[in-house]
């Protein structure tokens, strides 16, 4: 499909405005691409209110900004309408998977801003269809965020400003959300969800305080779910596998990939460059107790007269990339998500993951694939991470991170992430687990509903070596790809790869080939040198 924007641009360049019908519920999600992405966002942008309901929005704006040395201030969104309850009741009495938006109650509210860190020394603006809502519930929410320290105004602050009722409220409202520091929602709500995606997408901080995908997702494919990974300069022979794995994840628009940039070094790196000019989000984060736990590393390492057995773990920037996931709760870029997507760069979308078509419920704390040909049958490769949940014991968490030793006096955190995670977290992990499509292995047998493939084990080029000299420092793990699923999986990988970048991607797919036309093999070796 060609690009629509561009054509529409062309064929009615003398038309100064140009009205065009929403293909959006017309349009499968699967379909998607960049160009409808493109002008379905130039048609959301474009929405705009009268001057005169944006200059009530401007005023409020500068109202709030004005109480607080910050400049800023803070907006919140309720859903506790007469109607809504009634909603409620209907998602309850229909076992709909939808019901746990109802159940969030005063104290989990606050627990909620909390966790996101919403500030109190900011003005706090409260949104709600209050005239549709009892007295004494209203009053309740109120009092109890001014309990806690929040300086809350509403729409009866600005009497003198807000000369609007009704649906227009709701636009001076809506717009005045898209000005503010940070925006909390309610996750069933339009109002809520639109303003989440519209600011998201303008590189704008938003979150919903009910934990789980926005179920608008389900009709309008805005809501992108964080994939995060971490990644440095250690291995630039392994600079194609990230390549690979963003190219896949753009495929699909409903990801959105943000790396964990380990190193100091960012001037110089081809990978770094890279990921810039793809728009990964790259967030520079230095977790508070990395110098701990290498101090304690290396006081350990003194007492051993032989090699630890994860020696790849006494670099400074290997032991930071191996324990950054534990992090995450903590990274500011990360603050406003409920879920996050985490996975080594050594994987590829196979096919479309969302939030919304994970397996329900989704974990209160985190999930990782189950995987019986595993030794320890968890795959942490790939991980669904709530962070509001990791924040809740992350204190907890991390004092047994620094301080617990295993039974051989050797650190905890040793064991790496997978190991301290699961020693932590054993009863939240043996519940709702991912099935084995999150998590497809090459060296397994095939499979066409696979979301996303980890190159657990041999990496491609590890598949290469085994190809030209017979050799796998994997055991039979390369012979069984072969035979298996790898050149099927190889079909798609291959082409996330520029062959003027990285000719693996190009070389294993001729392997392939040859496996079903042997003649093929004296000519690949010569292209190759072999």
């Not at 509210?109 to 269809?129: E, H």
């Not at 009053?139 to 009497?159: I, M, Q, R």
């Not at 030793?405 to 040793?414: A, D, I, L, T």
Request: proline share 5%.
């Amino acid at each position: 499909m060609e690009d629509i924007v561009d054509q529409l641009a062309e064929s009615h360049k003398e038309t100064e405005h140009l009205s065009v019908g929403c293909l959006v519920p017309k349009l499968h999600e699967t379909y998607f691409i960049n160009s409808n992405y493109r002008i379905m966002w130039a048609a959301l942008d474009a929405i705009r209110p009268s001057d005169e309901l944006m200059q009530q929005s401007k005023a409020m704006a500068k109202s709030l900004s004005a109480l607080t040395d910050a400049k800023s201030f803070n907006f919140l969104h309720l859903r506790m309408e007469d109607d809504f309850a009634h909603f409620c009741q209907q998602l309850v009495s229909q076992a709909s998977p939808l019901q746990h938006y109802c159940s969030t109650t005063t104290d989990q509210l606050l627990q909620m801003l909390n966790n996101l860190n919403v500030p109190r020394d900011q003005p706090l603006y409260v949104a709600a269809a209050w005239h549709r809502m009892q007295h004494e519930a209203a009053d309740g929410v109120l009092k109890a965020l001014e309990s806690v320290g929040y300086n809350v105004h509403t729409a009866a602050s600005f009497k003198d400003i807000v000369t609007s009722a009704g649906e227009e409220k709701a636009v001076v409202e809506f717009e005045l959300a898209m000005q503010a520091g940070k925006m909390i929602g309610h996750g069933l709500s339009n109002f809520s969800s639109l303003a989440i995606v519209q600011r998201r997408n303008a590189g704008l901080w938003a979150a919903h305080y009910n934990g789980g995908p926005l179920p608008l997702g389900s009709t309008l494919p805005v809501d992108q779910l964080p994939w995060v990974f971490a990644y440095n300069t250690d291995s630039p022979n392994l600079d194609y596998l990230v390549r690979a794995a963003v190219r896949s994840a753009l495929r699909y628009r409903v990801l959105r990939p943000i790396c964990i940039w380990t190193s100091n070094v960012t001037t110089g790196s081809p990978i770094y460059d890279w990921m810039v000019s793809y728009d990964v989000q790259i967030v520079q984060h230095r977790p508070a107790w990395t110098n701990t736990l290498w101090d304690k590393l290396a006081a350990w390492s003194k007492t051993q007269s032989s090699k630890p057995k994860q020696s790849f773990l006494m670099r400074p920037s290997s032991l930071l990339r191996e324990l950054v996931s534990v992090d995450l709760p903590q990274v500011p870029e990360l603050e406003q998500y409920s879920y996050v997507l985490y996975t080594s760069p050594a994987i590829f979308f196979y096919n479309r993951v969302s939030l919304m078509g994970m397996p329900q419920p989704l974990p209160e704390v985190l999930t990782m694939v189950a995987d019986p040909s595993l030794s320890n049958k968890l795959d942490s490769g790939v991980m669904l991470m709530h962070l509001p949940g990791l924040r809740e014991s992350y204190r907890e968490f991390m004092g047994y991170l620094t301080n617990n030793k295993q039974g051989s006096g050797e650190p905890s955190f040793m064991l790496g992430a997978h190991g301290v995670f699961t020693q932590f977290y054993k009863q939240n992990l043996l519940q709702d687990l991912l099935p084995l499509q999150y998590a497809a292995k090459p060296y397994a047998a095939y499979d066409s509903t696979a979301l996303i493939v980890h190159f657990e084990g041999p990496r491609p080029h590890d598949y290469m070596h085994f190809f030209y000299w017979m050799e796998c420092a994997w055991g039979n793990s390369c012979e069984q790809a072969f035979k298996r699923g790898l050149c099927s999986y190889m079909h798609k990988w291959h082409s996330m790869l520029n062959e003027t970048e990285d000719d693996i991607g190009l070389g294993i797919w001729y392997g392939c080939n040859t496996l079903y036309a042997p003649h093929l093999r004296d000519k690949l070796c010569m292209r190759y040198h072999v």
